[in-house]
């Protein structure tokens, strides 16, 4: 887990991609799910902007293809 100071391939996708260091086209397409990341991505954006969290229904787990 990423508690543990671990954490998927995706998930550091998604952290480069929060951190300004790839474009989102850029994770999305090295991603093992990519479903997944562009979910994440979203929600991030979504954040970004402002909206609450109860009006997002989008989560990332890091898990499944």
């Known amino acids: ?6 954490q998927t391939f995706d998930q550091a996708l998604v952290r480069l991609y929060r ?8 994770a999305q397409q090295y991603a093992d799910s990519k479903t997944e990341v562009r979910q994440a991505i ?5 954040q970004k902007r402002g909206v609450p969290l109860s009006d997002r229904d989008i989560t990332f787990d890091g898990g499944g293809r």
């Open 42 to 46: 979203k929600q991030l954006d979504l």
């Open 1 to 6: 887990s990423e508690l543990e100071g671990m």
């Open 19 to 26: 951190d300004g260091k790839v474009r989102a086209d850029d």
